[in-house]
């Protein structure tokens, strides 16, 4: 049964900043893994979908990596901002086409 | 222009109450979903259409009956409303079931 984490379950960190969210999966047989952004009150923005044939993607300050075979996703956000903070969720879309999700990082970016 | 909309923002109903949330995308994508994320904030699955036809149906109450009239509709239909049913109920569209989730700004539901 697929499995995703998010480590840790929340981060602080100062602006400026370069940081690294990550997010790991039981099962390498995926169709693709999407990184959302959810403010509070708010629905979840799409952020960056990187198909299972894919290594990375790159939106803005956004990059995505995926590495299937380790199990790993990571989101790099460069030069961070208040703006920024938000909780991260991951998610897989596994071999049954089902979605399932990381419980969510909680970023707080400190001017 | 909103790409999934849903209506209302906030329902508060008394236990026992029949209410509907109502979801339309524009964006011509023929999946769409429900999905419940509770107050420690996990999102989970509800239901999940494909061309009007139920493709997802997760262990739920059989009192939440989803009706998609059309493509662009999804509506969610609650029966008996109980307690527990407090949450925050988002829909969301993607063009096939693999393709690029895009989410409503959600519903939130309080049973008093």
């Known amino acids: 049964k697929q499995e995703v984490t998010q480590i840790p379950a929340a981060l602080s960190v100062p602006e400026g900043e370069n940081l690294v969210l990550n997010c790991s999966f039981t099962?390498?047989?995926?169709?693709?893994l999407q990184w959302f952004r959810q403010d509070p009150g708010k629905g979840l923005t799409s952020l960056l979908l990187?198909?299972?044939s894919q290594r990375e993607q790159t939106s803005g300050r956004l990059n995505a990596s995926l590495d299937k075979s380790s199990g790993r996703s990571t989101l790099y956000i460069a030069a961070s901002q208040p703006g920024d903070s938000a909780t991260y969720l991951c998610?897989?879309?596994?071999?049954?086409?089902?979605?399932?999700w990381g419980a969510g990082t909680k970023l707080i970016i400190k001017p | 222009d909103t790409a999934v909309s849903q209506t209302p923002k906030y329902l508060v109903t008394q236990m026992g109450n029949d209410k509907s949330i109502k979801c339309e995308q524009n964006?011509?994508?023929?999946?769409m979903y429900w999905y419940k994320q509770d107050s420690k904030k996990f999102l989970k699955i509800m239901f999940s259409?494909?061309?009007?036809?139920?493709?997802i149906n997760e262990t739920v109450p059989n009192r939440f009956s989803p009706k998609s009239p059309d493509k662009a509709h999804l509506n969610l239909h609650i029966n008996s409303l109980e307690l527990g049913d407090s949450a925050v109920y988002f829909c969301?569209?993607?063009?096939?079931?693999?393709?690029?989730?895009?989410f409503g700004s959600g519903t939130q539901l309080s049973v008093l």
């Open positions: 969301a569209s993607s063009q096939g079931q693999v393709g690029k989730l895009f």
């Open positions: 964006l011509g994508h023929d999946t």
């Open positions: 259409y494909n061309n009007k036809e139920l493709i």
């Open positions: 099962d390498s047989a995926i169709y693709n």
């Open positions: 990187i198909q299972s």
């Open positions: 998610a897989v879309v596994d071999s049954n086409y089902q979605l399932i």
